[in-house]
């Protein structure tokens, strides 16, 4: 059972958008401005990281990708749906200074 | 650009001790940022195991607290990572990462990861 919740999968047509959720607590997304987003191609590959802090992108990311928080929620947004953004999405989060750092339990996108 | 890799036994019999070292490149541990493990379980999510500053402060995910050691070797721009009395449920992807530079941020740059299988 992951700390963070996120769908299992969602999915969307070339050139729509999707938005994947990730639901804390007050204690991890609802208290911080640290949480991260990572694309996985294919599972067991290295994780690349799309989101930072919340809202930023780091170099090199397509501005398709965006992020935004409101209380627990965190929410990825991936507009312009591309056949190569199907992978699977993880979130994480800083969780105080007992715990640290939690992660979701990864959604899988699918491009019909 | 910095990199990593990851080494260390593809296979560990159960109750005996894990052992992996994170080799860095492309960048010196000593000019900052906390470098860490993460681990994902065939077809399963990730979890973060701990990480640890050059100047040897660790921090660990307090369900493996009891079994997991980070340390780092500075002169060889290296890291590793011990988890004892492993059994199959320890069986995973193990990846080492670069974090930032507070200790709750999540990593930014990850190796490539190396499955380690827990079996007699």
């Known amino acids: 059972q992951s700390a963070l919740t996120q769908p299992a999968s969602v999915s969307g047509s070339p050139g729509q958008s999707i938005t994947i959720s990730c639901t804390g607590t007050s204690s991890d997304v609802g208290a911080y401005n640290l949480v991260f987003w990572y694309q996985q191609n294919p599972p067991g590959k290295a994780p690349k990281l799309v989101i930072?802090?919340?809202?930023k992108r780091p170099s090199g990311v397509s501005n398709r990708f965006s992020g935004s928080k409101s209380g627990n929620t965190a929410f990825l947004t991936i507009s312009g749906l591309q056949a190569d953004d199907e992978a699977d999405y993880f979130c994480s989060s800083h969780a105080g200074s007992r715990t640290f750092v939690v992660f979701g339990g990864g959604t899988k996108l699918t491009v019909l | 650009q910095v990199q990593l890799q990851e080494s260390g036994p593809g296979l560990v019999k159960p109750s005996e001790t894990l052992s992996l070292t994170c080799t860095v490149s492309?960048?010196?541990?000593?000019?900052?940022?906390?470098w860490g493990w993460i681990r994902q379980p065939p077809g399963k999510g990730l979890e973060w195991i701990g990480n640890?500053?050059?100047?040897?402060?660790?921090y660990y995910n307090p369900s493996l607290k009891s079994r997991v050691t980070i340390s780092v070797d500075t002169s060889n721009n290296q890291f590793s990572l011990k988890l004892s009395s492993v059994t199959a449920t320890d069986t995973a992807v193990y990846y080492c990462?670069?974090?930032?530079?507070?200790?709750?941020?999540?990593?930014?740059?990850w190796g490539q990861g190396t499955l380690v299988t827990v079996t007699s």
């Open positions: 990462a670069r974090g930032g530079h507070f200790y709750g941020d999540s990593p930014s740059f």
């Open positions: 640890i500053f050059h100047s040897g402060t660790t």
């Open positions: 930072y802090e919340v809202t």
């Open positions: 492309g960048y010196s541990m000593t000019s900052g940022y906390y």
